[in-house]
């Protein structure tokens, strides 16, 4: 089990990292940070908009799933939310360089994170 900043060091690791944060969905608020290129508290606050737009549009369509991740790509970066499941309300993002980046691998590693991550 790790605490999340081991959680968000191991994150680290994978190419082309930038940051990564757990984040609050109820108050967008960082219960973790670590990296750099963006303003964290600003992108954190409006990725908590993106997670509750998805699970409010989930509910509307009585779909009875959950969320494995949201991927949102931008020319130059990938951007990936996922809700955590041992802490309901709470969801990693993180952020990497798309030119340097495995998107298949992240993705490994943010599951493998969620799977070890205690509060």
């Keep these: 089990m790790a605490t999340i900043r081991q959680s968000l060091d191991e994150l680290m690791t994978c190419d082309g990292s930038m940051c990564a ?15 750099s290129g963006l303003d964290m508290e600003i992108a954190a ?4 908009e993106v997670m509750r737009a ?5 509910r509307q369509l009585g779909l009875n799933d959950v969320i ?5 790509t931008l020319g130059k970066q990938y951007h990936l939310l996922r809700p955590l499941t041992r802490k309901e309300g709470a969801f990693i ?7 340097r ?8 590693k943010t599951h ?3 799977q070890n991550l205690t509060f």
Excluded: C, H, P, Q
């Design 21 to 35: 944060a757990v984040v609050d969905s109820e108050s967008g608020m960082m219960l973790g940070s670590t990296g």
């Design 54 to 58: 998805k699970l409010k549009a989930m």
């Design 45 to 48: 606050a409006a990725n908590t």
């Design 68 to 72: 494995e991740d949201i991927l949102i």
């Design 101 to 108: 980046a495995n998107l298949a691998l992240a993705r490994r």
């Design 112 to 114: 493998d994170v969620d």
């Design 93 to 99: 993002y993180f952020v990497l360089d798309k030119s």
